[in-house]
């Protein structure tokens, strides 16, 4: 799989250093961005659906958005946290394409970055820990203004950094997708590239050069669902996003990605996550 670095549009929500007294136990969190430490005392643990993370001192850890997750503190502990935010407008999704490591060592600069990201963004630190404070709907749409609104050097600073810290995770990622075939590689970048569209069938397999039967069999072959299912979960991990940064009407939403029949958009939505787009939307809605 073929990256940009113009693909990358990461914002950052929230930054600062943390300091818990077996106080930070928090139970079935699942956020619209991803969630990126540096311990640098104490032990805790982060329950993912894989299992246990014991978190430790001088390792950083990245926890990918629309992850369930718990946390268990029962000592001291105290870490740098840092909120990553993936634009929904962006053509396709960095931190979506790829499988991270969840546990990587820290390098020597990583700590120093950090605590220079803090201190250029003083504003961006958590008042309370409970992720119930700042994990809904008005925050987040509150927190991208802000960050939006910083300075221009700050902004720049700030996203030399971020890079700097991703590339670390980078290094050791791997795609979601392992594409063999130049020709469902270039169709996987339409689909993404396209999502708000109409996306056809017979099109992309006129664009592979293929019969529709066989463009179908070579794409399953290659990412284990068929084209329309790929299509169709493409569209709805935007319409999450939308659902949650965004007022804009459900049937505006199926719209806007190309649904005609809303009414087909709400049983997709349920039958991809289980619950109905405002079901969705109203759980962060707090």
Request: hydrophobic share 35%; net charge positive; proline share 6%.
């Amino acid at each position: 799989m073929t990256q940009s670095i113009d693909q990358l549009h990461l914002l950052i929500l929230n930054v600062g250093l943390a300091i818990h007294n077996a106080d930070w136990n928090w139970q079935y969190v699942s956020s619209p961005f991803a969630r990126l430490y540096y311990v640098t005392e104490g032990t805790a643990q982060i329950i993912l659906p894989t299992g246990s993370q014991k978190l430790s001192p001088d390792h950083l850890y990245l926890i990918p958005s629309f992850t369930p997750h718990s946390y268990l503190c029962n000592s001291h502990f105290t870490h740098y946290y840092l909120h990553i935010y993936e634009d929904h407008q962006s053509e396709s999704s960095i931190l979506e394409d790829f499988n991270f490591p969840i546990e990587i060592p820290a390098t020597d600069l990583a700590l120093p970055l950090i605590k220079r990201l803090c201190q250029i963004n003083p504003t961006m630190q958590l008042p309370k820990s409970n992720p119930i404070s700042y994990d809904n709907n008005p925050t987040l749409i509150q927190n991208i203004i802000k960050n939006k609104q910083r300075t221009f050097w700050s902004k720049v600073e700030s996203q030399g950094i971020l890079y700097q810290l991703m590339a670390l995770f980078l290094k050791e990622a791997k795609p979601k997708i392992e594409v063999s075939d130049d020709r469902i590689q270039k169709i996987l970048s339409y689909i993404r590239k396209n999502i708000y569209k109409p996306i056809n069938i017979d099109s992309l397999a006129e664009m592979s050069c293929l019969s529709k039967d066989h463009f179908i069999r070579l794409f399953k072959k290659e990412v284990n669902i068929t084209p329309l299912q790929y299509i169709n979960q493409e569209k709805i991990k935007k319409a999450q996003l939308i659902l949650i940064t965004d007022n804009m009407p459900i049937k505006n939403i199926a719209y806007l990605l190309a649904y005609e029949d809303h009414s087909y958009f709400n049983r997709l939505f349920k039958k991809l996550t289980e619950v109905t787009p405002q079901q969705y939307r109203e759980m962060y809605l707090k």
